[in-house]
């Protein structure tokens, strides 16, 4: 398994440009099989979770041209069986948005339960409860997610928590449906907005994204359209939080600033310098840095992947901060690594204290993306070397980290782990 290998204390400078948001490409490449005609998408992110959506498409038969890096041309045209190849499928999170998106167009669908980072308990109930809501008769057969309908019909569905992915499949459901549904206490995260506005430059007819209303009115045809993703909020955040921790002076560009302001607002007291620009924030630090206390909340509240890399930040903070993230049931599996490095935090259940003071590089694990990002933050802002085994954790959601790291002066290489098979021997 590759590693990343950080000699830290090295202030990050210069300027670091982010690219297309994760969590929106994964919601919108999947929205493709609802579409009647081809699609071109750019600035997708270059990660391993899109790729393997991508394969998912592929091996379903549809049409996959890589124009580029970033952009990619998908016509679904070809895809005639509802039925999602399992092993893929169970890698990721996001193919759970096959499930909302067969379904909304075959009135049938089979896709495995979906895998993702190990953040405790993540059921898809709400998911289940959409698609009951519209029509669908809904069973969990074998790890398997099999759903039929002979129609789907606009309702009203009401999630009993807020859910990112239970309001996207719902979406998916809906679009074709007949008649209206109404989502109520949707999610209001950037990539749903994104996700609609996709949608509806093919013809859709959503209103209320971005609100915890939406309103879905059945269309019968989606065209094909040329579509850029929006700039990754969390990797924009990970990058003002590395910049922070190192006591750097970074230009953050190609980012909605008004998507980063919760932690634009909590960097700044911690003592932190944000500059906030047309589609830029200009992170700089330039004395103590000072506790804070941290709820992670659904947007537009602090975001929980942006919680572990906070929270190493926080490491490095004078005196006692508080973070909570009650989200998830388990996001601070990563802590254990970061005490490995020195750091000083407890944790009862959802609650982590952490009491300023300093890291000393350590070999480290990563347990998923965002506590591997943590890694990496901790890694440049110690003193000495650290090592991270399990970076494809990292490369699920990150283009290209440690190039755009060392374009910020980060020392981090890779070490590739080549497997010696015997014959070498
Ligand atoms: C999406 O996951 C993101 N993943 C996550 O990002 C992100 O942490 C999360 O939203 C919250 O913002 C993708 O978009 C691929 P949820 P999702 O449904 O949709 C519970 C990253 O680092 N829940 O909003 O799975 C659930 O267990 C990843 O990029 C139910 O109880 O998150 C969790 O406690 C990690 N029943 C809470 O809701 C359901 O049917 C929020 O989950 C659905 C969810």
Redesign the pocket.
Known sequence: MDKYIINGGIPLHGEVVISGA???A??IVAATILSDEPCVLENVPEIS?ITICLKILYEMGAGIRIIDKNTIRIDTRGVTNPVVPYELARS???S??FMGTLLGRFHEMSVPM?G??D???????????AFTCLGAECNIDGGVVIAKAKALTGNQVF??????????NAIFAAVKADGLTILENA?K?P?IVDLANFLNSMGADIMGAGTDVIKIRGVKYLKGVTYAIIPDQ?EAGTYMVAAAATRGNVLIKNVIPKHLESITTKLRTTGVFVEEFDDAVRVSVDGPLMKTSLKTQ??PGF???MQPQFTAFLTLCEGTSIVTD????N?FRYVSELRRMGADITVEGTTAVVTGGKLIGAPVRAT???AGAALIIAGMAASGTTVIENIHHIE??YENMDEKLRLLGADIKILKEHSVSKQAL
Do not use: M, W
């Open positions: 994760k969590n929106a994964l919601a979770d990721i999170r996001g759970s948005y979906p993702g980072c953040l405790g308990d993540r059921p898809i109930d709400q998911h289940l409860k999630f009993d928590i807020n859910t990112v992915g239970g309001t996207i999610a995260e990539h969390i659904p947007h975001p929980t992947d009650d989200i998830f049931d996001r998923d993306l965002r699920r959601g």
